[in-house]
């Protein structure tokens, strides 16, 4: 297995079942943006999928400024990752139609074939991740290991990984 593929498939488990990310754009002033938007449940290949409405305000600001952040925090198993990437917007009927799925009837009522909606497909470049022990009894031990060892990243995982 390649290294971009290995680093592919580590973040595809690090986010995997966290569906709810925050997105951060640039706004036209300078200031950072951060929304929380669902992943699209899609076997992740390098490239995170969002609904969004064609006239939002993130989309002007994804056109004007692609370049993004989708972070990702899971407390219940101690992982946090924060992904860097290009986002583009995407009308095509068929990646909506396969992406759909009942839960976007809420904010897009007419359904899938509502003319407003699209989707931000974020192209990943890189991600960072912390990972540590996600029981009540491995963060115990955490916390031992690291008082003991004065090394706070004894039991506990970060790195960057390169995704393009």
Request: glycine share 6%.
């Amino acid at each position: 297995m390649t290294d971009r593929a290995a680093n592919i498939q580590h973040l595809a488990s690090l986010i995997k079942d966290v569906e709810i990310a925050m997105l951060t754009t640039t706004q036209a002033d300078g200031r950072l943006v951060s929304r929380p938007l669902g992943t699209q449940q899609v076997e992740f290949d390098g490239d995170l999928w969002f609904a969004t409405a064609a006239d939002s305000e993130k989309v002007a600001e994804i056109r004007a400024n692609p370049q993004v952040n989708v972070s990702y925090a899971s407390a219940g198993k101690n992982t946090y990752v924060s992904v860097s990437g290009k986002a583009s917007i995407v009308a095509d009927r068929a990646k909506i139609e396969a992406l759909w799925s009942p839960p976007m009837k809420i904010f897009f009522p007419e359904g899938k074939d509502d003319p407003n909606l699209r989707l931000i497909r974020v192209r990943a470049e890189s991600a960072e991740y912390w990972d540590g022990p996600g029981t009540v009894i491995g963060k115990a031990l955490y916390l031992l290991v690291a008082a003991v060892s004065d090394d706070l990243g004894a039991m506990s995982d970060n790195e960057t990984l390169q995704i393009r």
